[in-house]
Protein backbone atom coordinates (compact mmCIF):
# COMPACT_ATOMS: atom_id res chain seq x y z
CA UNK A 1 0.00 0.00 0.00
CA UNK A 2 2.41 2.39 0.78
CA UNK A 3 4.96 1.30 -2.88
CA UNK A 4 1.65 2.45 -3.86
CA UNK A 5 1.14 6.00 -2.22
CA UNK A 6 4.76 6.77 -3.43
CA UNK A 7 4.00 5.82 -7.22
CA UNK A 8 0.39 7.69 -7.49
CA UNK A 9 2.61 11.00 -5.96
CA UNK A 10 5.49 10.39 -7.83
CA UNK A 11 2.75 10.83 -10.71
CA UNK A 12 1.36 13.64 -9.52
CA UNK A 13 4.61 15.53 -8.83
CA UNK A 14 5.32 14.65 -12.47
CA UNK A 15 1.97 16.30 -13.96
CA UNK A 16 2.80 19.15 -11.80
CA UNK A 17 6.58 19.64 -13.00
CA UNK A 18 5.05 18.86 -16.38
CA UNK A 19 2.20 21.73 -15.89
CA UNK A 20 5.01 24.29 -14.57
CA UNK A 21 6.97 23.86 -17.10
CA UNK A 22 4.33 24.69 -20.25
CA UNK A 23 3.75 27.87 -18.37
CA UNK A 24 7.37 28.82 -17.97
CA UNK A 25 7.76 28.49 -21.87
CA UNK A 26 4.74 30.37 -22.51
CA UNK A 27 5.90 33.14 -20.03
CA UNK A 28 9.30 33.27 -21.54
CA UNK A 29 7.79 33.70 -25.31
CA UNK A 30 6.03 36.58 -24.70
CA UNK A 31 9.02 38.27 -23.43
CA UNK A 32 10.78 40.89 -26.08
CA UNK A 33 12.72 39.75 -28.32
CA UNK A 34 12.14 36.24 -27.86
CA UNK A 35 14.11 33.71 -30.66
CA UNK A 36 15.70 37.67 -31.97
CA UNK A 37 18.79 37.98 -31.29
CA UNK A 38 19.25 41.66 -29.86
CA UNK A 39 21.07 43.86 -32.24
CA UNK A 40 23.42 47.01 -31.63
CA UNK A 41 24.71 49.08 -33.77
CA UNK A 42 27.38 51.77 -33.13
CA UNK A 43 27.89 54.54 -35.65
CA UNK A 44 31.42 55.84 -35.23
CA UNK A 45 33.96 53.30 -35.69
CA UNK A 46 36.98 55.65 -34.18
CA UNK A 47 38.84 55.58 -30.50
CA UNK A 48 35.34 54.89 -28.60
CA UNK A 49 33.21 52.78 -31.04
CA UNK A 50 35.96 50.69 -32.30
CA UNK A 51 37.04 48.62 -28.67
CA UNK A 52 33.75 49.57 -26.72
CA UNK A 53 31.93 47.82 -28.90
CA UNK A 54 34.39 45.31 -29.15
CA UNK A 55 34.43 44.66 -25.63
CA UNK A 56 30.25 44.46 -25.64
CA UNK A 57 30.56 42.00 -28.39
CA UNK A 58 32.90 39.91 -26.11
CA UNK A 59 31.07 39.95 -23.40
CA UNK A 60 27.60 39.42 -24.74
CA UNK A 61 28.12 36.57 -27.44
CA UNK A 62 24.46 36.43 -27.85
CA UNK A 63 24.44 40.02 -29.01
CA UNK A 64 25.21 41.08 -32.35
CA UNK A 65 27.21 44.42 -32.86
CA UNK A 66 27.52 46.11 -35.63
CA UNK A 67 30.08 49.12 -36.07
CA UNK A 68 29.51 51.55 -38.97
CA UNK A 69 31.26 54.34 -40.39
CA UNK A 70 31.18 56.72 -43.34
CA UNK A 71 35.25 56.63 -43.88
CA UNK A 72 35.58 53.00 -46.53
CA UNK A 73 39.42 53.39 -45.01
CA UNK A 74 38.91 52.82 -41.46
CA UNK A 75 36.19 50.57 -41.93
CA UNK A 76 38.15 48.28 -44.25
CA UNK A 77 41.51 48.94 -41.51
CA UNK A 78 38.86 47.67 -38.73
CA UNK A 79 38.66 44.22 -41.14
CA UNK A 80 42.07 44.01 -41.72
CA UNK A 81 44.79 42.70 -39.81
CA UNK A 82 46.10 46.39 -39.24
CA UNK A 83 43.55 48.03 -37.13
CA UNK A 84 43.23 51.55 -37.59
CA UNK A 85 43.67 52.26 -34.05
CA UNK A 86 46.36 51.02 -31.72
CA UNK A 87 45.34 49.85 -28.02
CA UNK A 88 47.01 47.27 -25.84
CA UNK A 89 44.60 44.29 -26.18
CA UNK A 90 42.58 45.54 -28.76
CA UNK A 91 43.60 42.92 -31.30
CA UNK A 92 43.07 39.84 -29.41
CA UNK A 93 39.52 41.34 -28.53
CA UNK A 94 38.74 42.16 -32.15
CA UNK A 95 40.11 38.74 -33.49
CA UNK A 96 38.28 36.65 -31.17
CA UNK A 97 34.59 38.35 -32.09
CA UNK A 98 34.89 39.83 -35.62
CA UNK A 99 32.67 37.34 -38.12
CA UNK A 100 30.94 35.79 -35.19
CA UNK A 101 28.54 38.73 -33.91
CA UNK A 102 31.45 41.65 -34.31
CA UNK A 103 31.10 43.36 -37.78
CA UNK A 104 32.66 46.52 -38.84
CA UNK A 105 30.39 47.77 -41.96
CA UNK A 106 29.89 50.90 -44.46
CA UNK A 107 26.34 49.92 -44.89
CA UNK A 108 25.25 52.48 -42.16
CA UNK A 109 21.54 53.12 -42.90
CA UNK A 110 20.65 49.06 -42.91
CA UNK A 111 22.70 48.17 -40.09
CA UNK A 112 20.73 51.18 -38.41
CA UNK A 113 17.52 50.17 -39.63
CA UNK A 114 17.99 46.40 -37.85
CA UNK A 115 19.32 47.59 -34.41
CA UNK A 116 16.90 47.42 -31.41
CA UNK A 117 20.28 49.99 -29.79
CA UNK A 118 21.86 52.61 -31.46
CA UNK A 119 25.09 53.84 -30.00
CA UNK A 120 26.25 56.97 -31.59
CA UNK A 121 29.82 57.91 -31.23
CA UNK A 122 30.66 60.03 -34.21
CA UNK A 123 33.45 63.09 -33.98
CA UNK A 124 32.14 66.30 -31.87
CA UNK A 125 34.71 68.52 -33.47
CA UNK A 126 35.24 72.33 -31.76
CA UNK A 127 34.05 75.06 -33.67
CA UNK A 128 35.86 77.09 -35.88
CA UNK A 129 33.35 79.47 -37.31
CA UNK A 130 30.12 81.30 -36.42
CA UNK A 131 28.41 81.55 -33.16
CA UNK A 132 30.54 80.12 -30.30
CA UNK A 133 33.59 79.52 -32.76
CA UNK A 134 36.82 78.44 -30.68
CA UNK A 135 34.67 77.23 -27.98
CA UNK A 136 31.71 75.46 -28.53
CA UNK A 137 30.75 71.59 -29.77
CA UNK A 138 29.80 71.59 -33.85
CA UNK A 139 27.04 68.96 -33.54
CA UNK A 140 26.91 68.73 -37.23
CA UNK A 141 28.06 64.85 -37.34
CA UNK A 142 25.68 63.78 -34.67
CA UNK A 143 23.05 65.96 -36.14
CA UNK A 144 22.96 64.55 -39.70
CA UNK A 145 23.59 61.06 -37.37
CA UNK A 146 20.24 61.48 -35.46
CA UNK A 147 18.54 62.32 -39.24
CA UNK A 148 19.58 59.63 -40.84
CA UNK A 149 18.49 57.41 -37.65
CA UNK A 150 14.66 58.90 -37.99
CA UNK A 151 14.80 58.30 -41.98
CA UNK A 152 15.97 54.88 -42.15
CA UNK A 153 13.55 53.07 -38.59
CA UNK A 154 11.02 50.84 -39.13
CA UNK A 155 11.07 49.74 -35.25
CA UNK A 156 11.20 51.29 -32.62
CA UNK A 157 14.92 51.90 -30.90
CA UNK A 158 16.54 52.76 -28.28
CA UNK A 159 19.40 55.97 -29.18
CA UNK A 160 22.31 56.17 -26.95
CA UNK A 161 24.91 59.54 -26.77
CA UNK A 162 28.02 57.89 -26.98
CA UNK A 163 29.98 61.11 -28.08
CA UNK A 164 31.30 63.29 -25.65
CA UNK A 165 28.21 66.71 -26.23
CA UNK A 166 27.10 69.77 -24.56
CA UNK A 167 24.25 69.40 -21.82
CA UNK A 168 21.20 68.87 -23.17
CA UNK A 169 22.29 67.88 -26.82
CA UNK A 170 20.32 64.60 -25.74
CA UNK A 171 17.26 66.73 -25.80
CA UNK A 172 18.19 68.47 -29.13
CA UNK A 173 18.40 65.33 -30.37
CA UNK A 174 15.30 63.77 -28.94
CA UNK A 175 13.14 66.82 -31.01
CA UNK A 176 14.91 65.72 -34.14
CA UNK A 177 14.08 62.70 -33.60
CA UNK A 178 10.26 63.03 -32.12
CA UNK A 179 9.74 65.46 -35.08
CA UNK A 180 10.73 63.40 -37.78
CA UNK A 181 9.43 59.62 -36.27
CA UNK A 182 6.79 58.67 -38.69
CA UNK A 183 5.05 57.13 -35.67
CA UNK A 184 8.15 55.20 -34.13
CA UNK A 185 9.31 55.53 -30.96
CA UNK A 186 12.76 56.39 -29.49
CA UNK A 187 14.69 56.97 -26.10
CA UNK A 188 17.01 58.74 -26.05
CA UNK A 189 19.82 57.87 -23.58
CA UNK A 190 23.56 59.37 -22.14
CA UNK A 191 26.03 56.79 -22.10
CA UNK A 192 29.06 58.59 -21.94
CA UNK A 193 32.56 56.92 -22.33
CA UNK A 194 34.86 57.41 -19.85
CA UNK A 195 37.28 55.13 -21.11
CA UNK A 196 41.62 56.13 -21.33
CA UNK A 197 43.45 55.84 -24.62
CA UNK A 198 46.60 53.40 -23.91
CA UNK A 199 43.90 51.23 -21.34
CA UNK A 200 41.06 51.50 -23.35
CA UNK A 201 40.47 47.59 -22.69
CA UNK A 202 41.39 47.27 -18.97
CA UNK A 203 39.69 50.00 -18.63
CA UNK A 204 36.06 48.52 -20.84
CA UNK A 205 36.97 44.82 -19.14
CA UNK A 206 36.50 46.85 -15.79
CA UNK A 207 35.62 50.11 -15.49
CA UNK A 208 35.33 51.96 -12.21
CA UNK A 209 31.48 53.26 -13.24
CA UNK A 210 29.25 52.75 -16.26
CA UNK A 211 27.25 56.15 -16.46
CA UNK A 212 23.59 55.95 -18.32
CA UNK A 213 21.14 58.57 -17.97
CA UNK A 214 17.71 58.51 -19.33
CA UNK A 215 14.44 60.31 -19.04
CA UNK A 216 12.52 59.61 -15.75
CA UNK A 217 9.27 58.41 -17.86
CA UNK A 218 7.80 54.84 -17.53
CA UNK A 219 9.39 54.15 -21.13
CA UNK A 220 12.73 55.99 -20.28
CA UNK A 221 13.27 53.92 -17.50
CA UNK A 222 12.43 50.45 -19.19
CA UNK A 223 15.52 51.87 -21.92
CA UNK A 224 17.95 52.49 -18.88
CA UNK A 225 17.16 48.92 -17.91
CA UNK A 226 17.90 47.37 -21.14
CA UNK A 227 20.77 49.17 -21.58
CA UNK A 228 21.73 48.26 -17.72
CA UNK A 229 21.25 45.03 -18.98
CA UNK A 230 23.78 45.24 -21.70
CA UNK A 231 26.19 45.78 -18.96
CA UNK A 232 25.50 44.16 -16.53
CA UNK A 233 26.76 41.10 -18.48
CA UNK A 234 30.31 41.48 -16.69
CA UNK A 235 29.89 44.84 -15.02
CA UNK A 236 29.06 44.93 -11.19
CA UNK A 237 25.32 46.13 -10.48
CA UNK A 238 26.46 48.49 -8.24
CA UNK A 239 29.26 50.14 -10.16
CA UNK A 240 26.27 51.10 -12.90
CA UNK A 241 24.65 54.50 -11.86
CA UNK A 242 21.67 55.78 -13.14
CA UNK A 243 20.76 59.60 -13.64
CA UNK A 244 18.81 61.74 -15.51
CA UNK A 245 19.88 62.82 -18.80
CA UNK A 246 21.49 66.03 -18.46
CA UNK A 247 23.77 64.96 -15.34
CA UNK A 248 24.96 62.05 -17.35
CA UNK A 249 25.94 64.77 -20.09
CA UNK A 250 27.62 67.11 -17.42
CA UNK A 251 29.06 64.15 -15.47
CA UNK A 252 30.98 63.40 -18.73
CA UNK A 253 32.53 67.29 -19.17
CA UNK A 254 33.13 67.98 -15.47
CA UNK A 255 34.76 64.69 -15.30
CA UNK A 256 37.35 65.78 -18.00
CA UNK A 257 37.67 69.20 -16.59
CA UNK A 258 38.51 67.80 -12.94
CA UNK A 259 41.23 65.54 -14.32
CA UNK A 260 42.72 68.32 -16.95
CA UNK A 261 42.48 70.69 -13.66
CA UNK A 262 44.84 68.16 -11.63
CA UNK A 263 47.17 68.47 -14.48
CA UNK A 264 47.31 72.24 -14.76
CA UNK A 265 47.58 72.22 -11.35
CA UNK A 266 50.79 70.03 -10.70
CA UNK A 267 52.28 71.85 -13.96
CA UNK A 268 51.71 75.36 -12.12
CA UNK A 269 53.64 73.95 -9.25
CA UNK A 270 56.34 73.20 -11.60
CA UNK A 271 56.80 76.74 -12.30
CA UNK A 272 57.42 77.20 -9.04
CA UNK A 273 59.49 74.59 -8.20
CA UNK A 274 62.01 75.29 -10.86
CA UNK A 275 62.37 79.32 -9.83
CA UNK A 276 62.75 77.71 -6.02
CA UNK A 277 64.61 75.12 -6.45
CA UNK A 278 61.93 72.54 -5.10
CA UNK A 279 61.41 69.35 -6.88
CA UNK A 280 57.97 68.68 -8.78
CA UNK A 281 58.35 65.03 -8.42
CA UNK A 282 59.11 65.46 -4.45
CA UNK A 283 55.83 67.92 -4.10
CA UNK A 284 53.85 65.98 -5.74
CA UNK A 285 54.33 62.51 -3.81
CA UNK A 286 53.72 64.38 -0.47
CA UNK A 287 50.50 65.82 -1.56
CA UNK A 288 49.51 62.29 -3.73
CA UNK A 289 49.94 60.71 -0.48
CA UNK A 290 46.95 62.63 1.35
CA UNK A 291 44.46 60.25 0.99
CA UNK A 292 41.98 62.96 0.45
CA UNK A 293 43.93 63.64 -2.71
CA UNK A 294 45.65 60.56 -4.38
CA UNK A 295 48.60 60.35 -6.43
CA UNK A 296 46.87 60.19 -9.98
CA UNK A 297 47.01 62.76 -12.40
CA UNK A 298 49.55 64.47 -10.19
CA UNK A 299 52.74 64.09 -12.90
CA UNK A 300 54.04 67.45 -13.98
CA UNK A 301 54.82 67.46 -18.07
CA UNK A 302 55.00 69.59 -20.94
CA UNK A 303 51.16 69.74 -20.66
CA UNK A 304 47.77 67.70 -21.27
CA UNK A 305 47.00 66.67 -24.86
CA UNK A 306 44.45 64.22 -26.10
CA UNK A 307 41.35 64.82 -28.18
CA UNK A 308 38.89 65.20 -25.35
CA UNK A 309 40.26 67.06 -22.24
CA UNK A 310 40.68 71.17 -24.35
CA UNK A 311 37.39 70.21 -25.92
CA UNK A 312 35.36 69.35 -23.36
CA UNK A 313 36.71 72.22 -21.00
CA UNK A 314 36.04 74.99 -24.58
CA UNK A 315 32.46 72.95 -24.27
CA UNK A 316 32.26 73.81 -20.23
CA UNK A 317 33.49 76.83 -20.66
CA UNK A 318 30.59 77.92 -23.25
CA UNK A 319 27.77 76.57 -21.53
CA UNK A 320 28.69 78.61 -18.76
CA UNK A 321 29.07 81.89 -20.57
CA UNK A 322 25.49 80.98 -22.12
CA UNK A 323 24.11 80.42 -19.06
CA UNK A 324 25.41 83.78 -17.24
CA UNK A 325 27.91 82.60 -15.41
CA UNK A 326 31.31 84.27 -16.94
CA UNK A 327 33.02 83.45 -13.47
CA UNK A 328 32.67 80.06 -13.44
CA UNK A 329 33.65 79.98 -17.53
CA UNK A 330 36.68 82.39 -16.16
CA UNK A 331 37.85 79.46 -13.59
CA UNK A 332 37.85 76.59 -16.12
CA UNK A 333 39.33 78.64 -18.93
CA UNK A 334 42.86 78.70 -16.68
CA UNK A 335 42.99 75.23 -16.78
CA UNK A 336 43.76 75.61 -20.55
CA UNK A 337 45.92 78.78 -20.13
CA UNK A 338 48.04 76.85 -17.76
CA UNK A 339 48.29 74.07 -20.13
CA UNK A 340 49.13 76.99 -22.98
CA UNK A 341 51.99 78.38 -20.41
CA UNK A 342 53.51 75.20 -20.22
CA UNK A 343 54.01 74.49 -23.51
CA UNK A 344 55.18 78.07 -24.28
CA UNK A 345 57.58 77.56 -21.22
CA UNK A 346 59.26 74.45 -22.85
CA UNK A 347 60.16 75.74 -26.07
CA UNK A 348 61.35 79.18 -24.42
CA UNK A 349 63.62 76.61 -22.06
CA UNK A 350 64.93 74.95 -25.12
CA UNK A 351 65.58 77.98 -27.20
CA UNK A 352 66.50 80.09 -23.98
CA UNK A 353 69.66 77.80 -23.17
CA UNK A 354 70.87 77.48 -26.60
CA UNK A 355 72.30 80.69 -26.83
CA UNK A 356 68.90 81.70 -27.50
CA UNK A 357 68.30 80.57 -31.12
CA UNK A 358 68.24 77.05 -32.76
CA UNK A 359 68.06 78.28 -35.89
CA UNK A 360 69.60 75.66 -38.14
CA UNK A 361 70.51 73.77 -35.35
CA UNK A 362 69.05 69.58 -35.10
CA UNK A 363 66.96 69.05 -32.30
CA UNK A 364 65.48 65.50 -31.69
CA UNK A 365 62.25 64.68 -30.22
CA UNK A 366 61.22 61.67 -28.37
CA UNK A 367 57.75 61.39 -28.71
CA UNK A 368 55.33 62.50 -30.85
CA UNK A 369 52.14 60.97 -29.30
CA UNK A 370 49.70 62.74 -27.02
CA UNK A 371 50.68 59.81 -24.31
CA UNK A 372 52.46 56.47 -24.44
CA UNK A 373 50.48 52.95 -25.48
CA UNK A 374 48.38 55.07 -28.26
CA UNK A 375 49.49 56.26 -31.59
CA UNK A 376 47.09 59.25 -30.94
CA UNK A 377 48.13 62.93 -31.84
CA UNK A 378 45.23 64.71 -31.20
CA UNK A 379 45.85 67.77 -29.15
CA UNK A 380 49.10 66.05 -28.55
CA UNK A 381 51.62 69.03 -26.93
CA UNK A 382 54.47 67.67 -29.17
CA UNK A 383 52.41 70.02 -32.25
CA UNK A 384 52.64 72.87 -30.17
CA UNK A 385 56.04 72.42 -28.64
CA UNK A 386 57.52 71.69 -32.75
CA UNK A 387 55.49 74.85 -34.11
CA UNK A 388 57.34 76.51 -31.47
CA UNK A 389 60.44 74.96 -32.39
CA UNK A 390 60.52 75.65 -35.93
CA UNK A 391 59.03 79.28 -35.66
CA UNK A 392 62.77 79.50 -34.33
CA UNK A 393 64.09 77.84 -37.08
CA UNK A 394 65.48 74.51 -35.64
CA UNK A 395 65.31 71.36 -37.85
CA UNK A 396 63.65 68.45 -36.21
CA UNK A 397 64.19 64.95 -36.28
CA UNK A 398 61.17 63.03 -35.04
CA UNK A 399 61.09 59.57 -33.33
CA UNK A 400 57.65 57.86 -31.95
CA UNK A 401 57.19 54.36 -31.94
CA UNK A 402 53.74 54.55 -33.03
CA UNK A 403 52.92 57.37 -35.56
CA UNK A 404 53.58 57.66 -39.21
CA UNK A 405 55.38 60.64 -40.74
CA UNK A 406 51.99 61.04 -42.48
CA UNK A 407 50.13 61.94 -39.80
CA UNK A 408 52.99 63.99 -38.07
CA UNK A 409 52.85 66.21 -41.29
CA UNK A 410 49.09 66.43 -41.01
CA UNK A 411 49.62 67.60 -37.11
CA UNK A 412 51.98 69.73 -38.00
CA UNK A 413 50.60 71.31 -41.39
CA UNK A 414 46.72 71.53 -40.48
CA UNK A 415 44.77 73.97 -38.56
CA UNK A 416 43.95 74.15 -35.17
CA UNK A 417 40.93 72.36 -34.34
CA UNK A 418 40.35 70.84 -38.04
CA UNK A 419 41.87 67.01 -36.40
CA UNK A 420 38.55 66.55 -35.07
CA UNK A 421 36.65 65.75 -38.24
CA UNK A 422 36.00 62.52 -40.38
CA UNK A 423 39.09 61.15 -42.27
CA UNK A 424 38.22 62.08 -45.71
CA UNK A 425 36.60 65.56 -44.28
CA UNK A 426 39.90 67.19 -43.07
CA UNK A 427 41.10 70.11 -44.77
CA UNK A 428 44.58 69.69 -45.90
CA UNK A 429 47.37 71.97 -46.45
CA UNK A 430 49.03 71.02 -49.85
CA UNK A 431 52.59 71.36 -48.22
CA UNK A 432 55.03 69.38 -45.68
CA UNK A 433 57.13 70.97 -43.73
CA UNK A 434 61.06 70.30 -45.06
CA UNK A 435 62.97 71.28 -42.09
CA UNK A 436 61.03 67.90 -40.43
CA UNK A 437 62.17 64.35 -40.84
CA UNK A 438 60.63 61.21 -39.31
CA UNK A 439 62.66 58.49 -38.19
CA UNK A 440 62.62 54.94 -37.07
CA UNK A 441 65.06 54.98 -34.67
CA UNK A 442 66.21 57.10 -31.09
CA UNK A 443 69.72 56.72 -32.39
CA UNK A 444 69.31 58.16 -35.80
CA UNK A 445 67.62 61.03 -34.18
CA UNK A 446 69.40 62.00 -31.90
CA UNK A 447 72.80 61.92 -34.45
CA UNK A 448 74.97 64.85 -35.09
CA UNK A 449 71.39 66.56 -33.13
CA UNK A 450 72.19 69.66 -30.94
CA UNK A 451 69.39 68.88 -28.10
CA UNK A 452 67.11 66.29 -27.41
CA UNK A 453 63.42 66.75 -26.48
CA UNK A 454 61.49 63.91 -24.66
CA UNK A 455 57.75 64.60 -25.42
CA UNK A 456 56.02 60.98 -24.74
CA UNK A 457 56.59 59.18 -22.12
CA UNK A 458 56.80 55.79 -23.93
CA UNK A 459 58.66 53.10 -21.51
CA UNK A 460 61.17 52.47 -24.15
CA UNK A 461 63.14 55.74 -23.50
CA UNK A 462 63.83 55.16 -20.52
CA UNK A 463 66.30 52.28 -21.10
CA UNK A 464 68.16 54.10 -24.21
CA UNK A 465 71.86 54.31 -23.94
CA UNK A 466 72.49 57.78 -23.01
CA UNK A 467 75.73 57.50 -23.04
CA UNK A 468 75.46 56.27 -27.38
CA UNK A 469 73.72 58.57 -27.79
CA UNK A 470 75.78 61.84 -26.07
CA UNK A 471 78.90 60.64 -27.80
CA UNK A 472 77.05 60.65 -31.43
CA UNK A 473 75.68 64.57 -30.56
CA UNK A 474 77.02 68.32 -31.13
CA UNK A 475 78.70 69.67 -27.42
CA UNK A 476 76.89 71.27 -25.62
CA UNK A 477 74.70 67.97 -25.64
CA UNK A 478 71.37 69.50 -24.39
CA UNK A 479 68.60 67.24 -22.75
CA UNK A 480 64.98 68.73 -21.96
CA UNK A 481 62.69 65.99 -20.32
CA UNK A 482 58.77 67.07 -20.64
CA UNK A 483 57.65 64.32 -19.18
CA UNK A 484 60.43 63.82 -16.17
CA UNK A 485 61.11 60.17 -16.97
CA UNK A 486 65.12 60.20 -17.29
CA UNK A 487 67.35 60.02 -14.36
CA UNK A 488 68.42 63.68 -14.28
CA UNK A 489 72.43 63.38 -12.00
CA UNK A 490 72.66 59.81 -14.36
CA UNK A 491 72.29 62.36 -17.62
CA UNK A 492 74.35 65.09 -15.66
CA UNK A 493 77.44 62.79 -15.09
CA UNK A 494 77.59 61.86 -18.33
CA UNK A 495 77.73 65.54 -19.52
CA UNK A 496 74.23 66.41 -20.64
CA UNK A 497 73.32 69.47 -19.62
CA UNK A 498 69.45 68.86 -18.48
CA UNK A 499 66.23 70.30 -18.11
CA UNK A 500 63.32 67.86 -16.34
CA UNK A 501 60.42 70.01 -15.78
CA UNK A 502 59.80 71.15 -12.64
CA UNK A 503 63.36 69.71 -10.55
CA UNK A 504 65.76 71.60 -9.59
CA UNK A 505 67.99 73.78 -12.46
CA UNK A 506 71.70 73.46 -14.05
CA UNK A 507 73.55 76.37 -12.31
CA UNK A 508 73.61 76.68 -16.96
CA UNK A 509 69.90 77.49 -16.47
CA UNK A 510 69.51 79.62 -13.62
CA UNK A 511 69.49 82.53 -15.44
CA UNK A 512 67.89 81.85 -18.47
CA UNK A 513 64.54 83.40 -18.84
CA UNK A 514 61.69 80.38 -19.18
CA UNK A 515 58.83 83.08 -20.07
CA UNK A 516 58.52 85.14 -23.37
P1 LIG B 1 37.00 59.41 -33.96
O1 LIG B 1 37.25 60.58 -34.82
O2 LIG B 1 38.09 58.44 -33.74
O3 LIG B 1 35.74 58.59 -34.53
C1 LIG B 1 34.56 59.15 -34.97
C2 LIG B 1 34.13 58.40 -36.24
O4 LIG B 1 32.80 58.80 -36.58
C3 LIG B 1 35.00 58.66 -37.46
O5 LIG B 1 35.57 57.45 -37.92
C4 LIG B 1 34.02 59.27 -38.49
O6 LIG B 1 34.32 58.87 -39.82
C5 LIG B 1 32.69 58.73 -37.99
N1 LIG B 1 31.52 59.49 -38.43
C6 LIG B 1 31.31 60.83 -38.34
N2 LIG B 1 30.10 61.14 -38.80
C7 LIG B 1 29.51 59.97 -39.17
C8 LIG B 1 28.24 59.63 -39.71
N3 LIG B 1 27.31 60.56 -39.95
N4 LIG B 1 27.98 58.34 -39.98
C9 LIG B 1 28.90 57.38 -39.74
N5 LIG B 1 30.12 57.64 -39.22
C10 LIG B 1 30.42 58.92 -38.94
O7 LIG B 1 36.47 59.97 -32.56
P2 LIG B 1 36.51 59.26 -31.11
O8 LIG B 1 37.80 59.52 -30.44
O9 LIG B 1 36.04 57.87 -31.25
O10 LIG B 1 35.44 60.14 -30.38
C11 LIG B 1 34.06 60.04 -30.65
C12 LIG B 1 33.33 60.79 -29.57
O11 LIG B 1 33.60 60.21 -28.29
C13 LIG B 1 33.73 62.26 -29.44
O12 LIG B 1 32.61 63.01 -29.06
C14 LIG B 1 34.74 62.27 -28.32
O13 LIG B 1 34.78 63.51 -27.69
C15 LIG B 1 34.15 61.19 -27.41
N6 LIG B 1 35.11 60.53 -26.54
C16 LIG B 1 36.37 60.22 -26.95
C17 LIG B 1 37.26 59.57 -26.09
C18 LIG B 1 38.63 59.22 -26.54
O14 LIG B 1 39.43 58.81 -25.69
N7 LIG B 1 38.99 59.35 -27.79
C19 LIG B 1 36.87 59.17 -24.75
C20 LIG B 1 35.52 59.47 -24.43
C21 LIG B 1 34.69 60.14 -25.30
Known amino acids: MRRINEKFGMRNLRGFLKGLNKIIKFQIQRLPNRGKMVKICCIGAGYVGGPTMAVIALKCPKIEVAVVDISVPRINAWNSDQLPIYEPGLDEVVKQ ?19 DIVFVSVNTPTKTRGLGAGKAADLTYWESAARMIADVSKSDKIVVEKSTVPVKTAEAIEKILTHNSKGINFQILSNPEFLAEGTAIKDLFKPDRVLIGGRETPEGLKAVKALKDVYAHWVPEENILTTNLWSAELSKLAANAFLAQRISSVNAMSALCEATGADVSQVSYAVGTDSRIGPKFLNASVGFGGSCFQKDILNL ?33 VVASMFNTVANKKVAILGFAFKKDTGDTRETPAIDVCKGLLGDKARLSIYDPQVTEDQIQRDLTMNKFDWDHPLHLQPMSPTTVKQVSVVWDAYEATKDAHAVCILTEWDEFKTLDFQRIYDNMQKPAFFFDGRNIINVNKLREIGFIVYSIGKPLDAWLKDMPAVA
Open 97 to 115: CRGKNLFFSTEVEKHVAEA
Open 317 to 349: VYICECNGLPEVAEYWKQVIKINDYQKTRFVNR
